[in-house]
């Protein structure tokens, strides 16, 4: 469906070394697209080698890194010749480092989901726009949000730094979208529900939540989502049918925001 919907666009992926993005990845290289995968790990980036073949670069670097996004624009001229557009996937759960609610919230918690999550996208889009601003033709950037940045569900997604997090990636997204438009740079944002991705382990394992998604995210007999859930609305983005398309943060989430979701009053004590 997507064969040729991305001819010869050359495209930054940030974060498409597993899950989300490399969904996109293969998805934009049926599509016609060339493209720069930055992954996080070696582990991911083999893996990505092995399933997309010498089809794509494969950067393995930290995404909140300041070089990082430079160095994967820079190597998308030197091997395509152009630079039309930059996905950022990159991000994560900040549970590990100490995210949670607000009274249990450590400041490394706040500081690294932050990093994670909203820095990252910072530092990719200031170094496609300033190549797109150097090159003076326009561009695409999509941003990764999260439906937790403007549709809360503190039962079993409490946590407040990565929803600050996801919240601001709608602003600083719009927030872009309205500065350069007049340079024809088109910024906008996918807004994922529950989707089943490394991240998601959590949920994806535990029977209560399932039981909850059923309910939260009630399409297509209620479920959670799969990356190539949001290949088609990524490729519309990065093309050419979005030409006339900005500051536009779009939920594909299965019907979460717009539902309520049924959790039992007994599994309060534990998840609450």
């Given at each position: 469906?997507?064969?040729g919907f991305?001819h010869k666009?050359?495209?930054?992926?940030?974060g498409?070394?597993s899950?989300?993005?490399?969904?996109?990845?293969?998805?934009?290289?049926?599509a016609?697209?060339?493209?720069?995968?930055?992954g996080?790990?070696?582990?991911?980036?083999?893996?990505?080698?092995?399933?997309?073949?010498?089809?794509s670069?494969?950067?393995?670097?930290?995404?909140?890194?300041?070089?990082?996004?430079?160095?994967?624009?820079?190597?998308c001229l030197?091997d395509?010749?152009?630079?039309?557009?930059?996905?950022?996937?990159?991000?994560?759960?900040?549970?590990?480092?100490?995210?949670?609610?607000?009274?249990?919230?450590?400041?490394?918690?706040?500081?690294?989901t932050?990093?994670?999550?909203?820095?990252?996208?910072?530092?990719?889009?200031?170094?496609?726009l300033?190549?797109?601003?150097?090159d003076?033709?326009?561009g695409s950037?999509l941003?990764?949000?999260?439906?937790?940045g403007f549709?809360?569900?503190?039962?079993?997604?409490?946590?407040?730094?990565?929803?600050?997090?996801?919240?601001?990636?709608?602003?600083?997204?719009?927030?872009?979208?309205a500065?350069?438009?007049?340079?024809n740079?088109?910024?906008?944002?996918?807004?994922?529900?529950?989707?089943?991705?490394?991240m998601a382990q959590?949920?994806?394992?535990?029977?209560a939540i399932?039981n909850?998604?059923?309910?939260?995210?009630?399409?297509?007999?209620?479920?959670?989502?799969?990356?190539?859930d949001?290949?088609?609305?990524a490729?519309?983005?990065?093309s050419?049918?979005?030409?006339?398309?900005?500051?536009?943060?779009?939920a594909?989430?299965?019907?979460?925001?717009?539902?309520?979701g049924?959790w039992?009053?007994?599994?309060?004590?534990?998840?609450?």
């Amino acid at each position: 469906m997507l064969q040729g919907f991305l001819h010869k666009k050359n495209i930054v992926i940030v974060g498409g070394s597993s899950g989300i993005g490399l969904s996109a990845a293969k998805a934009f290289l049926t599509a016609g697209a060339n493209l720069v995968i930055v992954g996080a790990d070696l582990d991911t980036c083999e893996q990505a080698k092995q399933e997309l073949g010498s089809s794509s670069t494969i950067l393995c670097a930290d995404a909140t890194e300041p070089a990082t996004a430079v160095k994967a624009i820079e190597r998308c001229l030197q091997d395509f010749g152009e630079f039309n557009g930059l996905y950022h996937v990159a991000g994560g759960s900040g549970r590990k480092f100490g995210d949670g609610l607000l009274h249990q919230i450590t400041v490394e918690g706040w500081n690294k989901t932050l990093a994670l999550n909203l820095t990252s996208i910072m530092l990719s889009n200031q170094a496609a726009l300033l190549q797109f601003q150097r090159d003076a033709k326009g561009g695409s950037i999509l941003n990764m949000g999260s439906v937790l940045g403007f549709s809360p569900s503190p039962f079993y997604f409490g946590t407040h730094a990565y929803a600050a997090a996801k919240s601001a990636v709608i602003g600083f997204t719009k927030s872009l979208a309205a500065s350069y438009a007049s340079k024809n740079i088109r910024v906008n944002a996918i807004l994922p529900g529950l989707v089943d991705t490394p991240m998601a382990q959590r949920a994806t394992t535990n029977d209560a939540i399932l039981n909850f998604i059923k309910s939260k995210q009630p399409l297509d007999g209620g479920r959670i989502g799969k990356p190539e859930d949001l290949d088609g609305l990524a490729a519309y983005f990065m093309s050419d049918y979005a030409a006339f398309t900005t500051g536009q943060c779009v939920a594909v989430d299965g019907g979460w925001s717009v539902t309520e979701g049924q959790w039992r009053e007994s599994e309060k004590t534990t998840h609450g």
